[in-house]
């Protein structure tokens, strides 16, 4: 990714607390050289400030009220992948080394996966609580700045519940491991108001 030409939509750090997202937008990291410098959590409170998956509430629990997929686009052994054609999203899940098990990741992302794409395909009640999730990319090659790329809903028009989340067989040195490919669609919403007085319907 580059950085945005000047015409383009930008948010200064000092205004991410009472921004909107705006569907490629550029919100600009701090500039104290430290973890405080993220501003996704300042956008969206209580996400945390590290790592791809990143939320409120607690996937052990069920207890996600929304949920963020950050990606910097650039590891080449998990090529996460937005389709700006059809609006679909290749997200891969967090147990990218071998160790451990699918869904014993420090930061639960690949629980949260399994139990979202379970409920995205159960009764309305289970649809009801899929939590929203917000895109964003790294956007330049230095600092903490990001791009809004979008509303996720999980899943996909033309996709098979097996094409949704698979969980697929990767080798490193020698040792088999599983991680998680999941597939979302982005919602036709090119900007997600400070308050929202309803959750939008996903494009399905």
Same mark, same amino acid.
């Given at each position: 990714? =580059?950085?945005?030409?000047? !015409?383009?939509? /930008?948010? !200064?750090?000092? @205004?991410?607390?009472?921004?909107?997202?705006? %569907?490629?937008?550029?919100?600009? &990291? &701090? =500039?104290?050289?430290? +973890?405080?410098?993220?501003?996704?959590?300042?956008?969206?409170?209580?996400?945390?400030?590290? &790592? *791809?998956?990143?939320? #409120?509430?607690?996937?052990?629990?069920?207890?996600?009220?929304?949920? %963020?997929?950050?990606?910097?686009?650039?590891? %080449?052994?998990?090529?996460?992948?937005?389709?700006?054609?059809?609006? +679909?999203? =290749?997200?891969? *899940?967090?147990?990218?080394?071998?160790? /451990?098990?699918?869904?014993? +990741?420090? /930061?639960?992302?690949?629980?949260?996966?399994?139990? %979202?794409?379970?409920?995205?395909?159960?009764?309305? &009640?289970?649809?009801?609580?899929?939590?929203?999730?917000?895109?964003?990319?790294?956007? $330049?090659?230095?600092?903490?700045?990001?791009?809004?790329?979008?509303?996720?809903?999980?899943? $996909?028009?033309?996709? =098979? #519940?097996?094409?949704?989340?698979?969980?697929?067989?990767?080798?490193? #040195?020698?040792?088999?491991?599983?991680?998680?490919?999941?597939?979302?669609?982005?919602?036709?919403? @090119?900007?997600?108001?400070? /308050?929202?007085?309803?959750?939008? +319907?996903?494009?399905?």
């Amino acid at each position: 990714m =580059t950085l945005p030409a000047a !015409s383009e939509p /930008q948010v !200064s750090f000092t @205004d991410l607390e009472i921004a909107d997202l705006i %569907v490629d937008a550029l919100y600009a &990291g &701090g =500039t104290s050289g430290h +973890t405080g410098d993220d501003p996704i959590s300042k956008l969206l409170k209580g996400v945390g400030n590290q &790592g *791809g998956f990143r939320y #409120s509430g607690s996937p052990s629990k069920g207890t996600v009220k929304l949920a %963020v997929l950050y990606t910097s686009g650039r590891d %080449v052994d998990w090529p996460d992948h937005l389709d700006i054609e059809t609006g +679909t999203f =290749t997200y891969y *899940g967090d147990n990218k080394k071998p160790g /451990q098990g699918l869904h014993n +990741t420090p /930061q639960a992302g690949n629980v949260l996966l399994r139990d %979202v794409f379970a409920a995205s395909h159960g009764t309305a &009640g289970e649809r009801a609580e899929v939590p929203p999730f917000f895109l964003f990319g790294k956007a $330049g090659s230095s600092g903490r700045a990001v791009r809004f790329r979008g509303l996720l809903a999980p899943g $996909g028009p033309t996709l =098979t #519940s097996d094409d949704e989340l698979a969980a697929i067989w990767r080798t490193t #040195s020698g040792l088999r491991f599983q991680n998680y490919r999941s597939h979302f669609t982005v919602l036709d919403h @090119d900007r997600v108001p400070r /308050q929202l007085d309803s959750a939008p +319907t996903r494009r399905r």
